[in-house]
């Protein structure tokens, strides 16, 4: 099966094919690497650009401007934040101009900890990126997923927030990719580049097929009675394992991945809370003013009376950066140690 | 792209046509009589902050009446600031849109009421909404001329700015941006020195002796021109904008140019003397060869001061939007 960095190649080059995408840019996207996590390899349209983050967000939004479909990239979350008030003006483009621009353009771009990156490359962006209106976002947990809400980004009128967990880019899939081959051997043969001289590589892509996850619906991967548990990105399949260990031990907790984080589905989580009363909610960015401290005040004040636990939130904790320590990283963001003692003290709490 | 070089200065400012001398000044004094009355209409309470571009109109007229007016990539796109009235009524732009979006009624086309005056914004002919973060439009900017590029014909992509801006990175990207071997852009980038940011003189602020000198790192042709003298103006823009059009290369053009009424209203709008008028030395000059006469001028100015005085009432009637739309236009539909 194909890991996330594949899905997210595959996909556009399914745009660049089939949805008109012209560009794809950003520092180190094109020829000869490909993209520091390989997810814009062999891609026809993708360029490099200078190293210069308001460059590439700046060029994006006038791509969009003029009816282009940029797909732009930053190479690292933790280097948007250079760019916060272009982000905002592709926000408020379309309400500014009271209907008349709009901006079809998608950002891209790793996040959150995992691969030991230290204070500048383990930033999570989903508490700030849901803070600028007028933007979709996304977040991925797995490479179907990636594949499908990137087609969808590839569609949308509206700047889209492609948000990669990084930790999930060299993670293998449990679902097929519609038209991907059966051997994931002959899958990296056709399109992962050689390494050394590349000049004279192409890839082969498969024949792949139109397959778009919807932006703003959610999923339930695991079904449950006592506790929810919600959460997306990296530490998504965590609460899978962590749902999966405590039925084991007789505790029933249902996991929704959000996926889209904005517009999110608020009817699938609410309706997962009316039935077990019980909510956490997971994520890695900062616990202070975090997008889960959203969720946690809808879930108090619309369903009160229905809950049986307040509503929690397992986030990162408030401190200044993630250090290059195992021990550090490991005590900064939630592990699945955390997840699984959260949700079962959750399940256990009583009125 | 060199013109024959004229030994007498005077020769080579030679008057254009007749015609088009007249429609230069026609336009010049429509727009002094918009931003004069958006100033009053502030100063009455019509209004909740003014800026615009009284002293610039010799430069923004000019420029407007050169762009090629439409919608999509064979026409020109332009990245405004917010001081260019002068362009916008150039490009045919009926003054009473921006008395409505100084009075925020709903009828404002730029903005529905959203933004602030001299914030123009109108897809039907390429003009990119007017930002308030200063400089943005000059990391934008090179959007739309990539896509001009990739498109070919001859549209071109046009972004202004002040001088006190340049200090922001969004100029520096600009000029990497447009000027990269492996795809130069045909962006034609302005900066109207008025010598100001608000109330910072560019003395303490600039080491380069010329803005338009910083073009020649880049490789990028470059000039510093009057910006107050129209004729100068439009010859220089139109030299620019050929050489952009058919080599699809950057240029990099400083105007110098007179700002009226200080910054905006935020520095009280009210007139400095001691800055160079530019519809006065043209109307001096339009007197003495006998293009116009004083009586003419005069008449125009009282009609068009008229004309303004009449929309601001209309406008002041017009209904504020209604509350509830501030949910409206969040995204953008498929229809
Ligand atoms: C990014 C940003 N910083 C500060 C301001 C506040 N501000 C508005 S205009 C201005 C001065 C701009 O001067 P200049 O670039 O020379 O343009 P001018 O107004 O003189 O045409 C400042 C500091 C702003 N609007 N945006």
Redesign the pocket.
């Known amino acids: 099966m194909a890991n996330m960095a594949q899905a997210v190649r595959m996909a556009l080059h399914y745009a660049e094919e089939n949805l008109g995408v012209m560009d794809i840019f950003g520092e180190d996207v094109g020829a000869p690497l490909g993209g520091v996590f390989t997810a814009t390899q062999g891609l026809k349209n993708a360029w490099n650009s200078p190293l210069d983050e308001r460059g590439i967000i700046g060029a994006a939004i006038g791509l969009a401007m003029a009816g282009q479909r940029p797909v732009a990239e930053i190479q690292f979350a933790d280097y948007i934040f250079n760019t916060i008030?272009l982000l905002k003006i592709a926000g408020n483009t379309h309400w500014s101009s009271n209907g008349d621009w709009n901006l079809p353009m998608v950002v891209k771009t790793p996040v959150g900890s995992g691969i030991r990156g230290s204070i500048y490359h383990s930033h999570s962006f989903d508490a700030t990126a849901t803070h600028i209106p007028g933007w979709k976002i996304v977040m991925p947990s797995n490479p179907l997923d990636a594949y499908g809400l990137m087609i969808s980004a590839c569609q949308e009128l509206n700047p889209v927030m492609f948000l990669e967990p990084k930790a999930l880019l060299r993670v293998k899939g449990e679902e097929r990719i519609p038209g991907e081959p059966e051997d994931e051997r002959q899958l990296s043969k056709m399109i992962d580049a050689p390494l050394g001289d590349r000049t004279a590589w192409k890839p082969q892509w498969p024949a792949l097929e139109p397959y778009a996850v919807p932006i703003g619906k959610g999923k339930v991967v695991r079904e449950g009675t006592q506790v929810t548990a919600v959460s997306y990105g990296r530490t998504l399949p965590m609460c899978a394992k962590a749902a999966d260990t405590l039925r084991e031990q007789g505790v029933s907790v249902e996991v929704i991945d959000l996926r889209t984080l904005w517009p999110y589905d608020w009817d699938l989580v609410k309706g997962s809370i009316e039935k077990t009363g019980r909510v956490l909610f997971v994520n890695e960015d900062t616990e202070v003013t975090n997008f889960g401290e959203h969720l946690v005040r809808r879930s108090v004040e619309e369903l009160f009376y229905k809950l049986l636990a307040p509503p929690r939130l397992l986030a990162g904790k408030f401190v200044p950066g993630i250090g290059l320590s195992d021990n550090l990283e490991m005590a900064s963001v939630p592990q699945l140690g955390d997840i699984t003692d959260a949700l079962r003290k959750l399940a256990s709490e009583e009125p | 792209m060199s013109r024959p070089r004229l030994i007498n200065r005077d020769e080579a400012s030679a008057p254009l046509e007749r015609e088009l001398l007249v429609r230069i000044h026609d336009l010049m004094v429509k727009t002094r009589a918009l931003e004069e009355r958006l100033i009053q209409m502030y100063k009455q309470g019509h209004g909740y902050f003014w800026?615009g571009?009284p002293g610039?109109e010799a430069f923004n007229v000019p420029l407007g009446l050169l762009m090629k007016r439409g919608q999509g990539l064979d026409y020109d796109y332009l990245h405004a600031?917010?001081?260019q009235s002068g362009t916008m009524l150039a490009l045919g732009e009926e003054p009473i849109g921006a008395l409505r979006q100084m009075k925020n009624t709903a009828t404002d086309p730029y903005s529905g009421g959203r933004n602030f005056a001299g914030h123009f914004s109108k897809r039907e002919w390429n003009i990119a909404p007017v930002s308030?973060?200063?400089?943005?439009q000059y990391s934008i900017a090179p959007g739309t001329a990539m896509a001009q590029k990739r498109h070919g014909g001859d549209g071109i992509t046009i972004v202004t700015?002040?001088?006190?801006?340049?200090?922001?990175g969004d100029f520096a990207t600009c000029l990497v941006w447009s000027s990269r071997p492996a795809n130069p852009l045909p962006i034609l980038i302005i900066?109207?020195?008025?010598?100001?940011?608000?109330s910072?003189s560019?003395d303490g602020q600039h080491g380069e002796t010329r803005i338009s000198d910083r073009g020649r790192a880049f490789n990028i042709r470059s000039k510093t021109i009057n910006g107050n003298d129209p004729i100068e103006s439009y010859r220089e823009l139109k030299e620019a904008m050929d050489y952009v059009r058919t080599e699809r290369k950057p240029f990099l053009m400083e105007a110098l140019?007179s700002?009226l009424y200080g910054?905006?209203s935020?520095s009280g709008a009210n007139f400095v003397a001691n800055e160079v008028d530019p519809i006065k030395e043209f109307e001096a000059k339009l007197e003495k060869d006998g293009v116009l006469t004083r009586q003419q001028m005069d008449e125009l100015r009282g009609r068009y001061t008229e004309e303004l005085a009449a929309a601001a009432r209309q406008v002041r009637d017009e209904p504020q939007p209604a509350p509830e739309t501030i949910w409206n236009h969040i995204y953008a539909e498929k229809k």
């Open positions: 008030d | 800026i571009g610039e600031h917010y001081r308030s973060p200063i400089e943005v700015g002040g001088d006190a801006g340049t200090a922001e900066v109207t020195n008025n010598k100001w940011g608000i910072t560019a140019v700002r910054h905006s935020a």
